[in-house]
Structures are given as C-alpha cells and as structure tokens.
C-alpha cells in the first residue's frame, strides 16, 4: 500500500452553499484559460445531470477537481492520477493541499461571493486503487497510521474521529471529522505547515 498514488480528497459545502453545479463551468473554463494551476489543466465535463455523480468536472494531467454531490452530500474532490514524490502521509497532505487551495480559490470567485462556503472540519478521503487498498477492515488498518499523521496536523493531535464507508462494493473511503469547528482558512494554514 505504500505506492499507492490514486488519491482523491474531498471537502463538504456548507449546508447554506446555493450555489448550482453549473455554475462553476464558466469558472473552470476561465481557470484553464488564466492558467490557475501547477498542473496543466485541459477540459470541464458536466455531469450534472447524474443524480448524486460526479457534477462538473475539471480535467487536469495531473488529476481532476469535481464539484459533485456523490454519496448525496456536496462538496469539492480533487483525485490525483499520477504518481507523487513521498510517503503515503505526504501523498495525502499533497492532495489535501490542492483541494483545500481550490476551494479557497473557488470561494473568491466574484460571481459565487456569498452563494458557497466549504467546512473545514471534514475531508474525506477515497482511494482509487481496488486491486492495493480495497475496502476491508485490514487495508484501512495497515493506512490508519499514515492517515492518522495527516489528521493530527489538520485538526489536531486526538481531536478527530475517522469512519470507513463499510460497503465492499465501494472503493475504500476515509472519513476524518474534527471534534470541533474548523473554518477553511484554519484548515488551509494547519497543511501548509504540514
């Protein structure tokens, strides 16, 4: 398990975000055409219409960021696909940096001003690699302390709870809650020091 570069981490809207998954293809669109990233990203796939899926899609060489309702809560993902430098630990903190940066990012764009917020107290973290992490009590095990490195940085030594998504039809998903209430720009600040 410790090659395992497929990660994707997701942060939760907050429950007043208003904001239509539609609306971010224009903002992606732009994003390609600034050049808002480190990776080179290259297309925006609306999947809107699926029913709790993926949403809007941005595409990346790297990897891919989608506002999407998957599991029937909102909120933003980004996966990595190709292979990072580091531990399992610093993988994880890699991806988390780059979802928690473009929802800041997201949340400072002019036409979402006040219509979408992200909790910094949650991230979920999945895995997308069946064949070296599938989802059984002994993979989550083997990752709990790579897992547990990242979180104590994020939300604080002890002060946190992980849940494993339990169906083994499903790829293996992390929960991480912190104990209390953390905004983005707190949890942005903790992984850069991480």
Known sequence: ??????????????????????????IFHRWIQQRRST???????????VPMGPGVVLIGDEGHYSFDESGG????????????????????????????????????????????????????VCFNDRLNA?????????LQPELSKVFDVTFGRAHWALARGEDPRERLAVSARAAGAVDLATLASRLALG
Do not use: W
């Open 39 to 49: 990776d080179l990203l290259i297309d925006v796939a609306d999947y809107s219409h």
């Open 73 to 124: 809560r909102r909120g933003l993902a980004c996966f990595n696909k190709r292979a990072i430098g580091g531990n399992l630990g610093a993988r994880l903190a890699t991806v988390a940096r780059r979802c928690v940066s473009a929802a800041v990012a997201l949340q400072a764009e002019p036409e979402l001003a006040g219509r979408l917020s992200f909790r910094g107290d949650e991230l979920l």
């Open 134 to 142: 599938p989802n059984t009590e002994e993979a989550f095990l083997e």
């Open 1 to 26: 398990m410790t090659e395992l570069h497929k990660i994707g981490v997701k942060l939760f809207c907050a429950t007043d975000s208003s904001v239509a998954p539609e609306a971010l293809i224009p």
